[in-house]
């Protein structure tokens, strides 16, 4: 089976940045695409930022240009960087990458178990 273990979040002022990791592990024969969600009370969850296996990078309009996604194979991990954080930027923050597992023909979602990003002064 495989997992997503995050890290990262707490407490942040405004203006302040947070770097969030996500480290995949298992039985993993390929990652491909891998981003980070985000939840807030009462909001739906959106797609923050995601990288697919050629680097190739997209981010939602609200974040574009203060976050930076990026990954390292080597260590089956994606990174979250956050700059400039806002307080609008306080959610739970999911991370997901899609594993091809050893001996499996399709891809699956898989997801990390969230954790809190709050930016309060």
């Known amino acids: 089976q495989v997992q997503l273990v995050e890290s990262g979040g707490g407490l942040v002022q405004p203006g302040g940045s947070l770097r969030l990791s996500c480290a995949v592990s298992?039985?993993?024969?390929?990652?491909?695409?891998m981003g980070w969600y985000r939840q807030a009370p009462g909001k739906q969850r959106e797609l923050v930022a995601s990288i697919n296996s050629g680097g190739r990078t997209n981010y939602v309009d609200s974040v574009k240009g203060r976050f930076t996604i990026s990954r390292d194979n080597a260590k089956n991990t994606v990174y979250l960087q956050m700059k400039s954080l806002k307080p609008e930027d306080t959610a739970v923050y999911y991370c997901?990458?899609?594993?091809?597992?050893?001996?499996?023909?399709?891809?699956?979602?898989?997801w990390g178990q969230g954790t809190q990003v709050t930016v309060s002064s």
């Open positions: 298992g039985n993993i024969f390929s990652i491909n695409a």
């Open positions: 997901n990458a899609a594993v091809q597992a050893m001996r499996v023909l399709y891809e699956h979602d898989y």
